[in-house]
């Protein structure tokens, strides 16, 4: 075999390598993240403490290569490898195990970074060191070929993982058996990785041996990075880090936590990698830094403004992430070193994305009580865009440099203007909480007509509550849960003088308590512990129950699953993450608990009102499955009386009293079926 077809065997080897320890890195990320959600109660903070830890084990792994690439030989770098891989490959599959899953008592951050640390840790950690590691051997081994674009080749596998996911993976297969195929694919990884490694032991008399005057001569004649310069890059990988990990937040809380939320950012972020370190006319400092100045402005005034559709409000979020990452990665392209220093480099791009991930994980949801992170990170990027550029300028005092610096500038004080708007925003609520759940808000709402002045519970963007001010009507059942609503003519229903058991998932303000009559009982299960304080201290519903009111914290599903049968009579699902009831209240294992506790003519009341998507085809599924009659019924709301349009869902082995308590209104469920499992879920296919 010829050298030429040698080498180009060992380039496809490490080619290929590089590509699936790349895609199975990404492939891993929302596969686990949808394994736990359900443990979690369907916060988007589920994703951003994943996240949090794979970015912390993505630097280690960067570390590791760096360490091993500096001092040690390449034998013994070769069976150390060699050792980690079987040792990963003894951890398979990367299934979690059940007694991961949280009590009410747990810190669910700790809870979930423990998990996901035990649970793929050691083969995430050896995908984490792959890239840069193997383009160390590719030196080695091929010292006249170039290592960079290797990297543009991992970013396009990590992509391709993340576009597979929600439209291949996801509709394709359970759960269980994604975890099963990836841990086969880690298997097949492994082998290459060992041939590679196998490659480099025995071709590591190409390299100039250390000792040689002629490698003497070239290090000395490559200095190293000035500090100014290592800063740079880890500002410039911590910035786009945060964007990610804030953007995502912030849509996942006004839409729902579903992986494709997820994926689609996050493939945004690796594409800007791809392109910026594939080839330098991707980037255009000049159009990138204009397109980026224009989305953040449009960013912030959806911030504070709403948008009429979920597709604007899409593009305009994933644009600023797009344009804002392109300038920090086509930034960080012009300022690489020599590939002498190729470790040190991903070392440092990598210690600033855990940095972000750090910072928007556990540093912002202690010292903010909002969700301010976004803007900070807006404000950062135009001081860091100002000092790449300043470093650029010579002399300092050029025309260039001083309208570079003024327009700079006005940037930034636009920026920090708006950040300070948005801060102020909170200033008329009454009280602000956030937690691992979201940020909540309790406001006074003042209108022209003193009877129509109200108070709200505001989670993010979506109103969970609210209660009139005035004496008379501040016992009126408000919002989705007015008397024509479909759970508003189900309490109304039946004999005064009869006492019945309620059930009821999502407290809220506790509006549904209006509808208690004396020897009622009234059983509420909440997760956030902010809202149970919340709804005590700020909304009277629940103090002016005629009824027996308790209180469970913890994800409903979880306390019913060990709960003793309740024997309700009506059980009412309202817990909304975001915009969306969490998928694990909508599965046939959800329901078959639910069934459980409820008597054997109770009625089973959901909420399914939403902006963005349509939940009747799941909802009759489950229906068909348990064998239920199904009724939808839909308000149109009336704001004299502070209700508005509502669609709800509801079931009972006994259709002829379902129909008879709901009226002509309520109809027959008819069209497509869809049936979810705790395997097998995907909100995209029900997308308006």
């Not at 002629?214 to 880890?234: C, H, K, R, S, Y």
């Not at 579903?258 to 791809?274: E, G, N």
């Not at 559709?309 to 994933?318: A, N, R, S, V, W």
């Not at 209700?643 to 209104?665: E, F, I, K, Y």
């Amino acid at each position: 075999m010829s050298d030429q077809s040698r080498d180009r065997g060992i380039a496809v080897l490490y080619a290929v390598t590089i590509f699936l320890s790349a895609f199975l890195l990404f492939q891993v990320q929302p596969l686990l993240g949808k394994f736990i959600l359900p443990w979690f109660g369907g916060s988007p903070a589920v994703w951003t403490t994943c996240m949090l830890v794979f970015q912390v084990l993505l630097f280690a792994g960067y570390a590791y290569a760096h360490a091993t690439t500096q001092y040690l030989k390449p034998g013994k770098q070769a069976l150390l490898h060699l050792g980690l891989l079987a040792a990963a490959c003894l951890l398979l599959p990367i299934t979690p195990d059940a007694s991961w899953k949280p009590n009410a008592q747990d810190s669910p951050v700790w809870r979930i970074i423990f998990l996901t640390a035990c649970s793929v840790g050691v083969p995430y950690f050896i995908l984490s060191s792959t890239g840069p590691l193997v383009q160390g051997w590719f030196s080695r081994t091929l010292p006249a070929a170039s290592p960079y674009r290797l990297y543009a080749l991992s970013n396009l596998g990590s992509l391709l993982a993340l576009l597979t996911y929600p439209f291949v993976v996801e509709p394709a297969f359970a759960t269980p058996t994604q975890a099963i195929l990836w841990s086969v694919l880690f298997g097949l990884f492994a082998v290459l990785c060992a041939s590679c490694a196998a490659v480099m032991w025995r071709t590591q008399s190409l390299a100039v041996p250390t000792t040689s005057p002629v490698a003497a001569v070239a290090v000395e004649q490559i200095a190293a990075p000035p500090q100014n310069i290592t800063g740079l890059w880890f500002g410039l990988a911590m910035l786009p880090s945060v964007l990610l990990l804030a953007i995502t937040n912030q849509v996942c809380m006004d839409v729902a936590v579903i992986p494709f939320l997820w994926v689609l950012p996050l493939a945004l972020y690796l594409l800007t990698f791809i392109l910026a370190f594939d080839a330098s006319s991707w980037y255009s400092r000049k159009w990138y830094s204009l397109a980026a100045a224009v989305a953040i402005a449009l960013t912030c005034m959806i911030m504070l403004k709403q948008p009429g559709g979920l597709l604007g409000e899409l593009t305009i979020y994933f644009s600023a992430l797009f344009c804002c990452c392109m300038v920090c990665h086509g930034e960080l392209v012009r300022l690489k070193p020599h590939p002498q220093y190729l470790t040190k480099y991903y070392l440092t791009i990598s210690a600033g994305g855990a940095a972000g991930g750090l910072f928007v994980g556990l540093v912002a949801p202690v010292i903010f009580i909002g969700y301010y992170e976004l803007h900070l990170a807006f404000v950062g990027f135009l001081l860091l865009y100002l000092a790449v550029r300043a470093r650029e300028e010579h002399p300092l005092m050029s025309a260039t440099s001083i309208w570079t610096r003024r327009l700079g500038g006005v940037g930034v004080l636009c920026g920090v203007g708006i950040l300070m708007t948005q801060l102020g925003s909170s200033d008329g609520a009454l009280a602000t909480k956030r937690n691992f759940y979201g940020v909540l808000r309790v406001l006074d709402v003042k209108t022209t007509d003193i009877v129509q002045h109200r108070r709200e519970l505001v989670h993010g963007r979506i109103v969970h509550g609210r209660q009139y001010l005035a004496p008379e009507r501040k016992n009126w059942p408000t919002s989705y849960f007015g008397h024509e609503s479909g759970v508003g003519r189900v309490l109304d229903a039946g004999q005064p003088s009869q006492p019945r058991r309620i059930g009821v998932i999502g407290l809220g303000i506790g509006t549904l308590a209006s509808y208690a009559r004396p020897g009622d009982q009234f059983r509420f299960y909440e997760i956030n512990p902010d809202v149970i304080k919340l709804a005590q201290e700020y909304f009277t519903c629940l103090k002016d129950c005629h009824g027996e009111v308790s209180i469970v914290k913890g994800d409903a599903r979880l306390v019913l699953e060990h709960e003793a049968p309740q024997d309700f009579d009506v059980l009412v699902i309202d817990a909304f993450s975001g915009d969306a009831i969490p998928v694990h209240l909508l599965t046939r294992e959800a329901w078959q608990v639910y069934l459980k506790h409820l008597r054997p003519d109770g009625i089973l009341a959901c909420h399914i009102s939403n902006l963005h998507f349509d939940l009747r085809p799941v909802v009759t599924g489950l229906a068909e499955d348990l064998g239920w009659q199904h009724r939808i019924l839909s308000s149109k709301g009336n704001p004299e009386i502070g209700t508005v349009m509502s669609h709800w869902s509801l079931m009972s082995r006994d259709g002829v009293r379902l129909q008879s308590l709901l009226g002509p209104d309520a109809t027959e469920t008819t069209g497509r079926k869809i049936l979810w499992t705790d395997d097998q879920s995907n909100l995209f296919e029900v997308l308006r």
